[in-house]
């Protein structure tokens, strides 16, 4: 049997207690897309960026909402494809 790595729960307390809302991460949208665009930029590759907050949120985001907000998969494919086209 193999266990597969979870995941932190986004909406999880964070270190200092608060539970994040929906209307809280919905509000930090574009954050989480800059976050991501910059990653972009950085050269991370697609593992290390779904390592990160930003991801887990946009994908709590698209899990809740999902004819609101895009899968991260695809908002990545679309911010790689904008960043190679500006360069």
């Given amino acids: 049997m ?3 790595p979870q995941r932190p729960d986004p909406a999880a307390p964070s ?3 608060e539970r994040l809302t929906i209307g809280e991460l919905e509000a930090s949208y574009s954050t ?3 976050a991501m665009r910059l990653l972009i ?3 991370r590759s697609l593992a290390r ?3 990160t907050v ?3 949120r946009l994908e709590c985001l698209h899990r809740c909402l999902p ?3 895009r899968d991260p998969d695809y908002l990545y494919l679309l911010l790689r494809r ?3 086209g500006d360069s």
């Fill in 54 to 56: 930003c991801w887990q």
């Fill in 67 to 69: 004819g609101q907000y």
């Fill in 2 to 4: 193999t266990l597969s």
């Fill in 15 to 17: 270190a200092s207690g």
């Fill in 41 to 43: 930029r950085e050269g």
């Fill in 49 to 51: 960026i779904q390592r």
């Fill in 82 to 84: 904008e960043i190679s």
């Fill in 32 to 34: 989480y897309c800059k």
